[in-house]
């Protein structure tokens, strides 16, 4: 059997086809839904802009800082239970 055209890396689900069986489904819901409106969907949901590039390495820095704090008190709590 062949490649699909889609993704390339499966193997088509019949000789004569062209998709695997994920792409089928994909070209289906396409075929309901409309192919642009999946692509604003795909681009919304999955493509992050600057912005919500930025905003989630402000946070994953925020909470690392936040989580240094917290060993910190951890490790000042463990120190000093071990010497009592």
């Known amino acids: 059997m062949g490649r699909c055209y889609f993704c390339e890396n499966a193997t088509t689900e019949t000789w004569l086809g062209y998709f695997c069986t994920d792409c089928r489904k994909i070209k289906n819901i396409g ?5 642009v409106e999946i692509k604003d969907v795909l681009e919304k949901v999955c493509i992050r802009n600057e912005k919500q590039r930025q905003f989630k390495i402000d946070t994953k820095l925020k909470d690392s ?6 060993e910190s008190v951890r490790c000042g709590i463990l120190t000093r239970s071990k010497v009592q």
């Open 31 to 35: 075929n309901i839904y409309g192919f």
């Open 65 to 70: 800082e936040s989580d240094k704090e917290i």
